[in-house]
């Protein structure tokens, strides 16, 4: 089956993918799909406008926010013009979705690191103002903190030096990839402080996940659905209330809100390029690359992105933190070279 498909995309190059018999098919597309992460959606518009502006002659490309995982999993339904071209991602592809991708015949994918971003803990000017810890954020918003009853009502229950004001957090939802990152960067970090979660670890991985990860449900976190301009909009609106969103949303509103320091480290453009901050991490693009040859203008979308990822180039006016320069140059090859990844350091 996935001969066939391969075999039947690289007939359609330069035409269309309606020739196709595979699961998605049908019908023609002439511009680029991308769905995907919310946190990468207004640096992909940016870059969907350059790319229109550069490339008269393409249709102008269309970005879906749709979360990480629902993009990821949209991306790997298939190959054909039903199918997105490119999945956003605010972290790293898993290998359970590569390999949903690899057995649905989405063989050959091209991952892209297009920089950095930062999980910022933020709260309006002239609101709340907390140094946080991992283990801070994990006993307020845990649902069942070290596997015991969630009793906490203010931060001061948390640590008695911080305020005594109740806990109301605006975060992502579960699909998204900002989530993904809060659990692993935030609270797998702050529930493994206890040697009893960290043994729990190797000996039920699955409970470990449930007691570290899940979070309250009681109205103390706000699941704030996938648009991060919201969660600003929230925490603007109540100067006691904290949100969770990537770093270019507190760049971009700084006029609005401020950040809150993480292990005393502020979320600042610098602290996020050294991981010094310790909310840090990578932001990707995946590309089909069955479809390079039969999207019009996707291989100059591709360069688009690699134009507009520098230290002075157009996304870092808005927030992206450009990637060191040794994973910019292999990111900068996969990209002109269109390699495809093999899944072997994913996880």
């Known amino acids: 089956m996935r001969t066939t498909i391969s075999l039947c995309l690289a007939a359609a190059a330069a035409l269309s993918l309606s020739a196709c018999d595979a699961p998605g098919a049908g019908g023609t597309r002439d511009s680029i799909r991308a769905v995907g992460s919310s946190t990468v959606y207004p640096f992909a518009k940016v870059v969907a406008e350059n790319f229109a502006r550069s490339n008269p002659d393409f249709k102008s490309p269309l970005i879906e926010s749709t979360g990480t995982g629902g993009g990821i999993a949209l991306f790997c339904e298939g190959v054909g013009p039903n199918t997105p071209d490119i999945a956003n991602a605010s972290r790293r592809m898993k290998k359970s979705e590569f390999e949903t991708c690899q057995a649905n015949g989405v063989e050959d994918v091209i991952e892209l690191q297009v920089g950095l971003d930062g999980i910022a803990f933020a ?8 140094n946080l810890t991992p283990e ?4 307020a918003i845990a649902a069942r903190p070290y596997g015991e009853e969630q009793t906490a009502k203010t931060w001061a229950d948390v640590d008695p030096s911080l305020p005594a004001e109740p806990i109301l957090v605006y975060g992502p939802p579960s699909t998204s990839g900002t989530r993904d990152a809060l659990k692993e960067l935030v609270l797998e970090v702050g529930c ?45 609106n109540n100067p006691k209330a904290v949100g969770v969103f990537g770093y270019s949303y507190l760049e971009e509103n700084a006029g609005k809100v401020q950040g809150l320091p993480m292990n005393g480290v502020e979320p600042t453009y610098e602290n996020i390029s050294s991981f010094e901050y310790p909310g840090a991490r990578p932001l990707y ?14 291989k100059e979308f591709i360069a688009e992105w690699t134009d507009s990822w520098g230290r002075d ?7 992206l933190v450009p990637s060191p320069e040794d994973a910019m140059a292999r990111n900068l090859e996969a990209a002109t070279q269109y390699t495809a990844m093999t899944g072997d350091e994913l996880q």
């Not at 801070?136 to 006993?139: A, D, L, M, T």
């Not at 180039?313 to 927030?319: E, F, S």
Request: with cysteine; aromatic share 4%.
């Open 136 to 139: 801070i954020v994990y006993k």
């Open 192 to 236: 493994d402080a206890n040697p009893a979660m960290e043994q729990l670890k190797d000996t039920d991985e699955d409970r470990h996940a449930q007691i570290c990860t899940e979070v309250r449900s009681d109205g103390a976190y706000v699941d704030q659905g996938e648009q991060d301009n919201l969660i600003v909009q929230k925490i603007g």
């Open 123 to 130: 709260s309006a000017q002239g609101g709340i103002m907390m």
């Open 313 to 319: 180039g157009p996304l870092a006016k808005i927030g």
């Open 285 to 298: 693009i995946y590309v089909k690359k069955a479809h390079l040859d039969a999207i019009p203008g996707l």
